[in-house]
């Protein structure tokens, strides 16, 4: 079974500053990797994910995530955030080449971005 | 980009009622839809996997005879919340998964309140 930890509950950070969320998985097997974004009251928005080459990940609104095998890794980061990225932040992995197989989803981290 | 649409956006019933959401795939076809329930603060929680014209599969712990679903074409999947009470009240988001996709696109949710 694939499991997702995200160690950061709640992340304050100052406008302009660089951020990074953390996520770990774990898997017997190879997985992809996905990152959401909600807003208050909204759906799940698709900020980025990793299904193979590259393990640099660019995605949505400057995001960029780095998929590390060996550490069981793919931390989100954002250079400079804006007051528009307070919002809750999911890492995900879904089991590889499995078309019908579910997402398991962390337990989220909250981002405040205090101006 | 895949848009997946839900009906209602917020609901509020009586004790003992049902209620039906549906979640639709607006520009292309899903074989497979998801269930999730999501409490405040915390993050999401599958329900079900729904294949078009088969039974769902339900995670464990979830009742199938109390949240019904079904997923009569490829692009919609209705859940019903059948004698609906106050600790059912959640946020039900749905996902789908385009026949030849590897990505999940998710709904805006649904807030059920039951009083």
């Known amino acids: 079974a694939q499991s997702v930890t995200q160690l950061d509950s709640q992340v304050p950070v100052f406008e302009e500053a660089p951020v990074e969320l953390r996520c770990n998985y774990s898997s017997s097997v190879s997985v992809y990797l996905f990152w959401y974004v909600q807003y208050p009251n909204q759906g799940l928005q698709l900020l980025l994910k990793?299904?193979?080459?590259?393990?640099l990940v660019k995605g949505i609104n400057g995001f960029e995530a780095e998929f590390n095998k060996s550490q069981t890794s793919f931390h989100l980061r954002k250079p400079s955030v804006h007051i528009s990225d307070t919002a809750e932040y999911f890492c995900a992995v879904q089991k590889m080449k499995t078309s019908y197989d579910k997402v398991i989803f962390g337990p989220g981290t909250s981002l405040s971005v205090i101006p | 980009g895949a848009v997946v649409s839900q009906h209602p956006s917020w609901v509020i019933c009586k004790s003992g009622t049902s209620v039906k959401i549906e979640c639709r795939s607006l520009?292309?076809?899903?074989?497979?839809m998801f269930w999730y329930r999501q409490f405040p603060k915390q993050s999401l929680m599958l329900m079900a996997t729904s294949n078009e014209g088969s039974k769902a599969t339900y995670e464990q712990g979830v009742e199938k005879d109390k949240f019904l679903i079904n997923h009569a074409s490829l692009t919609l999947s209705t859940l019903t919340v059948t004698s609906a009470h106050p600790e059912d009240s959640s946020f039900y988001i749905c996902?789908?998964?385009?026949?030849?996709?590897?990505?999940?696109?998710f709904g805006p949710g649904t807030r059920l309140t039951v009083l």
């Open positions: 520009d292309f076809q899903a074989t497979t």
């Open positions: 996902s789908a998964r385009a026949v030849v996709r590897d990505t999940q696109y």
């Open positions: 990793y299904l193979s080459g590259s393990t």
